[in-house]
């Protein structure tokens, strides 16, 4: 396992953009992906986004595809998830997980998570 941290989180406005950072520690990142959860209050925790190290590939879940972008830094052991055009329902606390080799958007194929970040937006 790896350790996890997000920072980024915060309450905007309709409209609006945030960027989360999640750094990874503890681990060799050669061969993960990194995905971000969301979940909303008694909601499911559910995929937004997830990114292959090896070779960059990013998928999306289709409510935030166009808006929402993953990146990763490497030589930072860094994965982001810039957020625009945000919306009340992209209100949730947000997850960035990890797990070796390929991608996958269901959490419970995640072993490492971090402690979450929240995001609000108001209308």
């Known amino acids: 396992q790896v350790q996890l941290v997000e920072s980024g989180g915060g309450l905007v406005q309709a409209g609006g953009s945030l960027r989360l950072s999640c750094v990874a520690s503890?681990?060799?990142?050669?061969?993960?992906?990194v995905a971000w959860f969301r979940q909303a209050p008694g909601k499911d925790r559910d995929f937004v986004a997830v990114i292959n190290w090896v070779d960059g590939g990013a998928y999306y879940a289709h409510s935030v595809k166009g808006r929402f972008t993953i990146s990763r830094d490497n030589a930072r052991n860094s994965v982001y998830l810039q957020m625009n055009n945000l919306n009340p329902e992209d209100t949730a606390v947000y997850y960035c997980a990890a797990r070796p080799w390929g991608n996958s958007p269901l959490p419970n194929e995640y072993d490492s998570w971090g402690q979450g970040t929240q995001v609000t937006v108001s209308s």
């Open positions: 503890g681990g060799t990142f050669s061969e993960y992906a």
